[in-house]
């Protein structure tokens, strides 16, 4: 079964520090893709990153990267010099290519506090 | 460009009422995704379309259920009767191509009493 795992419900950090949220998953597919999306208060679900499991190299996108370990099936994403506007919930998604249906994580509540 | 839209926003209902939740698409997305979560669990998957066709239902949990996408542009979900377990966060998303970036509505937050 394809399951994905975030095993932080929340976490808590002060401005400008560095913070890590874990994903793990679990598949038997060869082809996928990874996904962080981000739901602020407001509730509109924004893609953070992301990642083709082809790719060996690590998707980055300004202050938001993630940490790919295909072999372990780890999928964390790293947030730098974090700001106010990153509280949110955050989501690790998983979709292959044999159906379209994102598989979600429970999503980690990630407050920034000044 | 206008973004995934949902009506309505909110919803509240008695348990045995019917309710329609609508959902209107990037334009020229001929994917479009119902999602849903229930308070406190994961988001999970109910359904795919492709144009004006399911392509997969699985994920719909039984059959007062009903999704509908008209000419393949705006799709609506019924759920007719509601129970109490239907109480949750939907979400529509749309896209290009498969394995494209979803982009997701605000959702409707349905509330069965």
């Known amino acids: 079964a394809q399951t994905v795992t975030q095993s932080q419900p929340e976490m808590s950090v002060q401005e400008a520090e560095t913070v890590t949220l874990s994903c793990t998953y679990d598949?038997?597919?060869?082809?996928?893709?990874l996904f962080w999306y981000k739901q602020p208060p407001s509730r509109q679900m924004i893609l953070v990153i992301r990642?083709?499991?082809?790719k060996q190299q690590n998707a980055t996108e300004n202050r938001f990267s993630v940490n790919f370990q295909k072999a372990a099936k780890s999928f964390s994403l790293k947030i730098s010099d974090s700001q106010l506007g990153d509280t949110a919930m955050y989501f690790c998604?998983?979709?292959?290519?044999?159906?379209?249906?994102?598989?979600w994580g429970a999503g980690t509540k990630l407050i920034i506090k000044p | 460009e206008a973004g995934v839209t949902q009506f309505p926003s909110h919803s509240v209902i008695e348990k045995g009422q019917t309710v329609t939740l609508r959902c209107d698409p990037i334009?020229?997305?001929?994917?479009l995704y119902w999602y849903r979560r229930v308070m406190g669990k994961e988001i999970k998957f109910l359904l795919h379309?492709?144009?004006?066709?399911?392509?997969?239902e699985s994920g719909m949990p039984n059959n007062r259920f009903l999704a509908e996408r008209t000419g393949g542009t705006y799709s609506t979900l019924k759920v007719q009767p509601a129970e109490l377990e239907d109480s949750g966060v939907y979400f529509c998303?749309?896209?290009?191509?498969?394995?494209?970036?979803?982009?997701f509505g605000p959702g409707t937050r349905l509330t069965v009493l």
């Open positions: 598949t038997s597919e060869n082809n996928y893709y």
């Open positions: 379309f492709v144009k004006e066709s399911k392509q997969d």
């Open positions: 998604a998983y979709i292959a290519d044999s159906n379209y249906q994102l598989i």
């Open positions: 334009s020229g997305h001929d994917n």
């Open positions: 990642q083709e499991a082809y």
């Open positions: 998303a749309s896209t290009l191509a498969g394995l494209s970036e979803q982009f």
